[in-house]
């Protein structure tokens, strides 16, 4: 194990299996250096992590639910990369969708929890640019949604 894994085992983070999709699309595609992953829902024990930002979730919670979709996120790189995730040269760009009120604006701070953890695996590699935008519902009802373009060898 080198590299990027490393640092996740260091983390106590093991990748899952990268999350087959769940209707008419695939979960990446690649082009050229570029993979562009389709959205990623936060999962744990094999359940949605769900909720509304601003009426039965905190922004804490929220964030830890951005963490589980960048995960998946990583673990979707990683079968782009033929199971290397060591080909991974940097994260471009994350476009977050946050399952929230209509008044709730901490939309940013929920996406941090996906933001910090690739800056805390990938160092400079996982800093990106980024959108985060509010979302009236989400599929599943889960608190976040999150795709991601990033750059391979």
Same mark, same amino acid.
């Given at each position: 194990? %080198?590299?990027?894994?490393?640092? $996740?085992?260091?983390l106590?983070?093991t990748l ?5 999709p ?6 990446w595609?690649?082009s ?8 990623q829902?936060p ?6 992590? +769900?909720g509304? $930002?601003?009426a *039965?979730?905190s922004v804490e *919670?929220?964030a830890?639910?951005?963490?589980l979709?960048a995960? %998946? /996120? ?6 782009a990369? &033929?199971? &290397?995730l060591?080909r $991974?040269?940097r994260?471009?760009?994350? +476009?977050?969708?946050?399952? @929230? +009120?209509? *008044? ?10 996906? @933001? *910090?953890f /690739?800056?805390?695996? $990938? ?5 990106? %640019?980024r %959108?985060?935008?509010?979302a009236?519902s /989400?599929?599943?009802?889960v ?6 373009i990033?750059?391979?060898?």
């Amino acid at each position: 194990m %080198s590299g990027f894994e490393a640092r $996740l085992a260091e983390l106590g983070i093991t990748l899952p299996d990268a999350p087959a999709p769940a209707a008419n699309y695939v979960p990446w595609v690649k082009s050229g250096n570029l993979v562009f992953i389709s959205g990623q829902i936060p999962m744990r024990d094999g359940g949605f992590i +769900t909720g509304k $930002l601003g009426a *039965d979730m905190s922004v804490e *919670d929220g964030a830890a639910a951005a963490k589980l979709c960048a995960i %998946s /996120l990583l673990a979707q790189v990683k079968a782009a990369c &033929d199971g &290397d995730l060591d080909r $991974l040269r940097r994260v471009v760009k994350l +476009t977050a969708f946050v399952n @929230s +009120t209509v *008044d709730f604006g901490d939309q940013p701070k929920v996406v941090n929890g996906a @933001s *910090d953890f /690739l800056v805390e695996v $990938l160092g400079e590699a996982g800093r990106h %640019s980024r %959108s985060a935008v509010s979302a009236a519902s /989400l599929p599943f009802g889960v608190a976040v949604e999150i795709e991601g373009i990033f750059e391979v060898a």
